[in-house]
């Protein structure tokens, strides 16, 4: 069995690319989808980075596919042709 790597708060909003005291609030209030946390103490939280990189994993989603633009000119030939 392997060490757990505990990271604080700021490790976190790091990898999130948000900032500390949002993580802290969505994480106080319910809100938002974070990664599971452990409380040590009364103040501290720690996420383990085994964890966050699985929950970050389970959070990507595909980019739903976008058709390329038509050029202006392919839709004026479409137009004229009744396509």
């Not at 990189?53 to 050029?71: F, I, K």
Request: charged share 25%; proline share 10%.
């Amino acid at each position: 069995m392997t060490t757990p790597c505990l990271h604080d708060t700021a490790w976190l909003a790091q990898k999130l690319g948000l900032s500390g005291s949002t993580i802290a609030r969505l994480r106080t209030r319910g809100q938002g989808d974070l990664p599971p946390y452990l409380q040590v103490g009364l103040r501290t939280i720690r996420y383990d980075e085994s964890v966050v990189d699985e929950w970050l994993r389970t959070q990507r989603q595909d980019s739903p596919r976008v058709p390329p633009a038509v050029p202006p000119q392919r839709r004026l030939l479409l137009r004229a042709t009744g396509a």
